[in-house]
Nanobody, 118 residues
Framework: QVRLLESGGGLVQPGGSLRLSCVGS????????MAWFRQAPGQAPGKERE???????????EYADSVLGRFTISRDNAKNTVALQMNNLKPEDTGVYYC????????WGQGTQVTVSS
C-alpha cells in the first residue's frame, strides 16, 4: 500500500513559478514509476486526466509537449518524494494536479489545485 500526499499548489500569475511536491508512504518507493497528471477545470474527477510528466524508477523522464522546456520532474528516493518544478506558467496550466505511482498496482494522491491567473 502506498499513500501519496501532494503539496505546493496555489494561485500564481502568468509567467510565474510553482513547485509541487509529493510524499509517498510505504516501503520500496524507489521501484515505482512516478508521474504528475492534471485535470482541467470543469471535467469530472477521474475523467480525462492529462499526463504532465513521468519519471521512471531508473530516472528516465518524459513530458507532455505542452510543458516541455517549462516543467521539470525529479525524485528523491531517500525522502520518498517526487517534485514538479513549473516555470513560465500559463493560464492553460490551471487544474488539479495529481501525483501517481505505478508498479504492480496504481496509486493516486488527492490532488493539489494550481490556478494561473492575473
Amino acid at each position: 500500500q502506498v499513500r501519496l500526499l501532494e503539496s505546493g499548489g496555489g494561485l500564481v500569475q502568468p509567467g510565474g513559478s510553482l513547485r509541487l511536491s509529493c510524499v509517498g508512504s510505504g516501503n520500496a518507493f524507489n521501484i515505482y514509476n512516478m508521474a504528475w497528471f492534471r485535470q482541467a477545470p470543469g471535467q469530472a474527477p477521474g475523467k480525462e486526466r492529462e499526463l504532465v510528466a513521468r519519471i521512471t524508477s531508473d530516472g528516465s523522464t518524459e513530458y507532455a509537449d505542452s510543458v516541455l522546456g517549462r516543467f521539470t520532474i525529479s525524485r528523491d528516493n531517500a525522502k520518498n518524494t517526487v517534485a514538479l518544478q513549473m516555470n513560465n506558467l500559463k493560464p492553460e496550466d490551471t487544474g488539479v494536479y495529481y501525483c501517481n505511482a505505478i508498479k504492480y498496482r496504481e496509486y493516486w494522491g488527492q490532488g493539489t489545485q494550481v490556478t494561473v491567473s492575473s
